[in-house]
């Protein structure tokens, strides 16, 4: 069964960082790309980076670009993203997701994890 | 950016009752699409890939279609579980982008 748990949200002061973990059990990690999507409270889904199976790609939504870094380790199964100079906005839950690929190109979310929720506030 | 607009954001139904979503691209994005459910405090669900593809463990009754631009989500006969929110997404370019949303409410 696959497997996505989320950890390492919390509240943190505007321009402080965090570092979200996402470990993966129940596949085999290192052969998908994988993802992060995030959902402000009462909003709708707005993804966040994606990470190519070696690491050897990332991309990111321009609003995260310079201050989000997505990356991960094959051998813990572990998925991560550093989130720094947080704002506001940036409060959400922040979703680990798994695509469902495991070639060149990523495709679609085929597994979610349960989300870790992120709040930046004074 | 490619734009998702989903309608319509909202809509209430009756139990067995056929329900009808549509998602429009800002450009077209071949059949790169995928729906997913959502409930409370839940996280998504994929249901949906490559516009028409049944993810699997999904019951029938949930269908989708469409190609280029225009896709549409179809639940043949509305059941209690799938009062939800529903969300496409394209997968054709970066940055991946989402629909709105439809929330799918009890009549």
């Known amino acids: 069964e696959v497997q996505l748990v989320e950890s390492g949200g919390g509240l943190v002061q505007p321009g402080e960082s965090l570092r979200l973990s996402c470990a993966a059990s129940g596949f085999t990690f290192s052969n998908y790309w994988m993802g992060w999507v995030r959902q402000a409270p009462g909003k709708g889904l707005e993804w966040v980076a994606n990470?190519?199976?070696?690491?050897?790609?990332?991309y990111y939504v321009d609003s995260v670009k310079g201050r989000f870094t997505i990356s991960r380790d094959n051998a813990k199964s572990s998925l991560y993203l550093q989130v720094n100079s947080l704002r506001a906005e940036d409060t959400a839950v922040y979703f680990c997701a798994r695509d469902s690929s495991t070639n060149n190109w990523s495709n679609y979310f085929d597994y979610w994890g349960q989300g870790a929720l992120v709040t930046v506030s004074s | 950016d490619i734009q998702m607009t989903q309608s319509p954001s909202s809509l209430s139904a009756s139990v067995g009752d056929r329900v009808t979503i549509t998602c429009r691209a800002s450009?077209?994005?071949?059949?790169?699409l995928a729906w997913y459910q959502q409930k409370p405090e839940e996280a998504p669900k994929s249901l949906i890939y490559k516009a028409s593809n049944l993810q699997s463990g999904v019951p029938s009754r949930f269908s989708g279609s469409g190609s280029g631009t225009d896709f549409t989500l179809t639940i043949s006969s509305l059941q209690p579980e799938d009062f939800a929110t529903y969300y496409c997404?394209?997968?054709?370019?970066?940055?991946?982008?989402f629909g709105g949303g439809t929330k799918v409410e009890i009549k």
């Open positions: 450009q077209g994005i071949s059949s790169w």
């Open positions: 990470i190519k199976h070696d690491g050897s790609e990332k």
């Open positions: 997404q394209q997968y054709a370019d970066y940055p991946r982008t």
